[in-house]
């Protein structure tokens, strides 16, 4: 014969595995619907924690963000600390080579001042000439500082170059001028005037150091003086027109 469906099982639920007032609990409904609403208020508590301390997934999204660009920032900042050191060894290097040159210079400057000195002030009475010297206001660091250049004339004492006479300040700067002049040549050298301030005996002094070291260049000598200018290999003279205004050479 035909079967009929089977009839459903009953689900029985065992209690005894509860503590006796959780059992007597579950026999009195208002206890139970009481215990089961606190129960209801503490799952609530305890999923609201949870959302709480629930991570933020977009917090990962932002992390990334910031460390990508840490970063590129870190390599923006390697390549101008390396920008900053090349730059830095460039200006190195530079005041290496300016402070070599110079010092070339004026070592050799300092060494020769006063034998140029000497040559314009010696005579027959006094042959060993006066003295003169340049100094560094700041030798280790010579372009934060100037120099000090002193001269001291024949039977003269020691004073500051502000406090000597315009022919002892002419010869003191010829000096200097001509001093530099053997440290860098030129083709020529042009003089105008410097004899305004001098004494005869001091223009032939002059003279003599000029005729002496003719060969070292072409020297245009402007001068009113016949004690200088006669001494020539060529000369040009100016003046001026009587009638009407104007050079005549």
Avoid at 96 to 109: C, S, Y
Avoid at 211 to 227: D, F, N, R, T, Y
Wanted: net charge negative.
């Amino acid at each position: 014969g035909s079967q009929g469906s089977a009839a459903p099982a009953d689900h029985v639920i065992d209690f005894t595995g509860l503590a006796a007032h959780l059992r007597r609990a579950a026999k009195n409904t208002k206890d139970f619907q009481a215990r089961s609403s606190e129960y209801d208020k503490q799952l609530q508590q305890l999923e609201a924690e949870l959302e709480k301390i629930a991570p933020n997934m977009k917090a990962m999204e932002r992390f990334a963000h910031v460390e990508e660009k840490y970063e590129d920032s870190t390599r923006e900042f390697e390549q101008c600390r390396e920008q900053q050191k090349a730059a830095a060894d460039a200006f190195n290097a530079v005041a290496e080579k300016r402070m070599a040159r110079f010092m070339e210079t004026f070592d050799v400057l300092a060494e020769e001042i006063d034998r140029t000195y000497k040559a314009l002030t010696r005579d027959e009475m006094f042959p060993a000439g006066g003295t003169a010297c340049i100094t560094l206001d700041n030798p280790e660091e010579p372009f934060n500082g100037g120099t000090k250049y002193n001269a001291m004339p024949l039977t003269k004492r020691f004073r500051e170059l502000e406090q000597l006479s315009g022919g002892e300040k002419t010869i003191a700067a010829l000096a200097l001028l001509f001093t530099l002049h053997r440290v860098h040549p030129s083709p020529f050298f042009i003089l105008d005037e410097i004899d305004a301030a001098l004494d005869a005996a001091n223009v032939q002094k002059v003279l003599h150091y000029v005729l002496e070291h003719a060969g070292m260049c072409q020297w245009i000598v402007i001068s009113l003086k016949p004690e200088f200018f006669q001494h020539a290999d060529g000369l040009v003279g100016i003046m001026q027109k009587r009638r009407r205004r104007g050079l005549r050479c």
